[in-house]
């Protein structure tokens, strides 16, 4: 297979996600920037050796190249990329892709096979095409943000809806590929966040009950939540009668036995979570974890982000001009990309597209691309 050609014409998170993990799969990926900053992730610091740490977290193995697209030299390079390229990934307005003449009716004409890949909040076909669309927002409008938290709603710990979403587009980039293209993928925020909510919303739409704030505890299963120890938190994750039967001998708490089925369980949640928490408080992480896993009960220590990596994270962590980065989690390979300095790429990728030194020298000189 030739080695597929992807333009990115993203910021922030979703659509560079997108670039990122293709870029892992052994795709090119050229981000097309706009002068003078580039990517907004870029100017979000700390950085370390001119690359924002935050920009290098969804930018790894790209190539950079910024090209001024609302003049007429610069948009006539772009047409040239287009027509070598398989994949457009975006997560831009609508409004702002026409406008430059890089919509999906502007690209398909360049090049009639092109997949492209359309990220926006609610859809490419509806009335709210063109309104901004963070994370936080798509989560409260979908119903995540006010199922998450305990008295009060609260976002996700990371930015949950562009990964999801980054993750979703990915997959459906793929599909295109492998069907031959070409196509328009429409992917709207707001509906992989629906998507994600499972089992929740199968309940809702067909209990009619809203699911409430549980912390973290499962609304289905008891217990199945997290308790305070001596030296911190550990979760326990009972999932059926024969471990939570396991748990209640391991504890000597045999009395419990007796809320022997699930719906037992739920209907005297309040009780036994009570009645446990009074037993795990009295002991460490370690010893519970030690004498829970024997019983075969499954649990696990809840660690900060410190002693996950030290735990579990170091085999995905190498590091690039002082940056570290995370690699790709799925067969981890020796794959040793860096996130691009910006417009580091502008001028090898304008040679093998036919420009002369002289050419690019030039445009240069006009502000109509970026070199360093």
Request: charged share 25%.
């Amino acid at each position: 297979m030739e080695k597929v050609r992807v333009i990115e014409l993203g910021s922030n998170i979703s659509a560079p996600l997108v670039g990122e993990i293709l870029a892992d799969l052994g795709m090119e990926v050229i981000k097309v920037e706009p002068p003078p900053f580039g990517d907004d992730r870029r100017r979000v610091k700390p950085e370390i050796n001119g690359i924002s740490i935050y920009f290098a977290s969804t930018n790894r193995g790209k190539k950079s190249v910024v090209i001024n697209l609302k003049s007429e030299e610069g948009y006539e390079i772009f047409k040239k990329l287009v027509k070598t390229a398989d994949v457009i990934v975006t997560n831009y307005r609508p409004s702002a892709l026409r406008k430059l003449g890089v919509d999906y009716e502007s690209v398909k004409r360049i090049n009639s096979k092109i997949i492209y890949c359309s990220i926006t909040g609610f859809g490419n076909f509806t009335e709210e095409a063109d309104r901004p669309a963070y994370d936080t927002i798509i989560l409260a409008l979908s119903g995540l943000m006010d199922m998450t938290g305990e008295e009060n709603p609260v976002k996700f710990a990371t930015s949950i809806s562009d990964i999801t979403t980054g993750l979703l587009a990915t997959v459906m980039v793929l599909w295109a590929l492998n069907k031959g293209g070409p196509a328009f993928i429409d992917v709207p925020m707001i509906y992989t966040q629906f998507y994600l909510t499972l089992e929740d919303a199968y309940m809702y739409l067909n209990t009619g009950k809203v699911p409430k704030r549980m912390g973290s505890a499962h609304r289905y299963l008891v217990p199945y939540q997290a308790f305070k120890v001596v030296d911190g938190y550990i979760y326990v994750a009972v999932f059926n009668d024969e471990q939570y039967l396991r748990l209640c001998k391991a504890l000597n708490r045999e009395d419990l036995c007796k809320f022997d089925t699930l719906q037992k369980r739920i209907e005297n949640r309040d009780y036994i979570i009570n009645e446990l928490e009074g037993v795990f408080e009295k002991n460490t992480r370690e010893y519970w974890v030690e004498l829970l896993g024997k019983a075969d009960v499954p649990v696990a220590p809840i660690l900060n982000l410190e002693e996950a990596f030290k735990r579990y994270g170091n085999r995905l962590v190498y590091e690039s001009d002082g940056v570290k980065y995370v690699n790709f989690p799925v067969n981890i390979t020796s794959n040793r990309s860096k996130a691009p300095k910006l417009g580091e790429h502008t001028k090898e990728v304008l040679l093998e597209l036919g420009y002369s030194e002289e050419d690019v020298n030039r445009l240069a000189e006009k502000g109509i691309i970026m070199l360093i």
